[in-house]
């Protein structure tokens, strides 16, 4: 049995600002991956099941390998459709902001946020949370936003009433955001959540594959380039980074999605305790993706914070650099040389 997760007022207070509002909109952050979606299409099952008919809304473009999860045409992009959402946010009643600590991850969308009259409720589990909310469900502790959304769930005792259109994205979101439950998922509460999942008939296996075993041959092709061509390994220190351009994204029919799990690679490699990625952005000039993770205690989000205006996790982090790729190399050499006593 679970903990309970929230107060008995903050059960009440969730459960009278979805009864009183109208018009719902819940939005998750820009580059959405697994558990952004995941969570973001379960605790709209939640709200439909409660009589409500909320508009789901992404900032941008996701992956396709999450675009084969149950109701992803009921999604909206901000970037195809920003009159309409707009407009929606302005008249809205409630909105939730699932799996982002602070507006500004919703790039484009972050002004409409702020300006929208609606009562913001925040569902999330990242640290230092910042988002102006009537509710802030924050967890830092937890594995995922989808496993603070199943709590929720619990908790109200909507459980039972569910079904796979709830399991099926909420399975998807913890397994994503646990790199497939090899990490940030020591909890037993975890495989008791698991286990009630798969009452509802989902099959983990197919959803495994669906989001692992589900790239183009181009996709392999850029794995194997930049492991042998792109990777620099820093033995003396234990950490590696490497280098993604638009050149290599061209030569390879890079989609959104195909650098998904490449960054964790590295740190098969015995004693490595980092691994960081560099990417172009695909249209903007002098921008640089960068994607941090660790083993052990070596905290991403401390180097992230401190060199690559990001944050996040202990052993999972982003950030960007405003320049160009040989900026972004310097400041992760910079960053490693800074930190090599925690990586020694």
């Not at 000039?285 to 990001?310: Q, T, Y």
Request: aromatic share 8%; charged share 25%.
């Amino acid at each position: 049995m679970l903990n309970p997760i929230l107060t008995e007022g903050e059960c009440t207070q969730l459960r009278s600002l979805i009864d009183t509002s109208q018009t719902i909109v819940v939005v998750c952050h820009s580059n959405a991956d697994g558990d952004a979606i995941g969570s973001l299409l379960g605790w709209g099952e939640v709200l439909r099941q409660l009589g409500k008919e909320p508009l789901l809304v992404v900032p941008d473009q996701y992956p396709d390998y999450l675009q084969w999860m149950p109701n992803t045409e009921k999604i909206v992009r901000y970037d195809k459709r920003k009159d309409y959402v707009d407009t929606v946010l302005k008249i809205a009643d409630l909105v939730f902001c699932l799996d982002f600590n602070t507006l500004s991850r919703t790039e484009d969308m972050q002004e409409a946020l702020a300006d929208s009259p609606a009562q913001r409720v925040l569902i999330d589990h990242h640290l230092g949370p910042d988002v102006p909310a009537v509710l802030s469900i924050s967890r830092p502790p937890l594995s995922s936003t989808c496993e603070l959304v199943f709590r929720i769930v619990w908790q109200m005792g909507l459980f039972d009433v569910l079904g796979k259109h709830f399991a099926i994205p909420v399975y998807a979101g913890m397994m994503t955001d646990t790199g497939g439950f090899t990490f940030a998922s020591n909890d037993p509460d975890i495989y008791f959540i698991i286990s009630q999942l798969l009452t509802k008939h989902i099959n983990k296996d197919k959803i495994y594959r669906n989001v692992y075993h589900n790239y183009s041959e181009h996709r392999l092709r850029l794995v194997g380039h930049v492991l042998c061509n792109c990777l620099v390994v820093d033995n003396e220190r234990h950490a590696s980074y490497y280098t993604i351009n638009r050149a290599d994204m061209k030569k390879f029919h890079f989609v959104k999605g195909d650098a998904e799990g490449l960054v964790n690679m590295p740190l098969q490699i015995k004693g490595m305790k980092l691994s960081i990625s560099l990417r172009e952005d695909s249209e903007r000039n002098n921008l640089i993706w960068v994607s941090l993770r660790s083993v052990d205690d070596f905290p991403c989000n401390e180097m992230a914070a401190r060199f690559f205006n990001g944050g996040g996790h202990l052993n999972a982090s982003g950030g960007r650099v405003n320049g160009t790729m040989a900026d972004a190399v310097r400041i992760v050499q910079e960053a490693i040389k800074a930190y090599e006593d925690k990586l020694k």
